[in-house]
């Protein structure tokens, strides 16, 4: 319930502010998207990001964020964070090693950070 509270506000103050900046319609979709995906995945992308910090990747995490971000969903957000999510998705279902898939999970973690604050969503970390 909470969640979906989050979701609910974080979108309207992305339509409002968007709405008042003369926005087209598609970008006011994008960033609404945007919003509601970033608060969405908040806590499984700090999560993969804590576990390749401390070298523990487990295989679930790669269905959790594909489950929360679907194709559909993955259509209407912005390219960036589209690609970003993307990205993740690949190097987390690599053969890759975590010692070197470590990096790229940050800076990838901390790109769709950026790109959610844009937004107005701050990941709690």
């Not at 401390?54 to 995490?61: A, F, I, K, M, R």
């Amino acid at each position: 319930m909470l969640s979906s509270m989050r979701i609910l506000l974080a979108s309207a103050s992305i339509v409002s502010v968007l709405a008042l900046s003369a926005c087209s319609p598609e970008e006011l979709v994008s960033a609404a998207a945007d919003a509601a995906a970033c608060t969405a995945m908040e806590s499984t992308l700090t999560a993969t990001a804590a576990a390749y910090q401390e070298g523990l990747v487990d295989s679930g995490l790669i269905s959790q964020v594909d489950a929360l971000i679907g194709e559909q969903v993955r259509g209407v957000l912005s390219s960036g964070l589209s690609q970003d999510l993307a990205d993740l998705l690949a190097i987390v279902d690599s053969n890759e090693s975590v010692d070197t898939a470590k990096t790229k999970v940050a800076a990838l973690t901390a790109s769709i950070q950026e790109k959610c604050s844009a937004v107005g969503v701050e990941f709690a970390n």
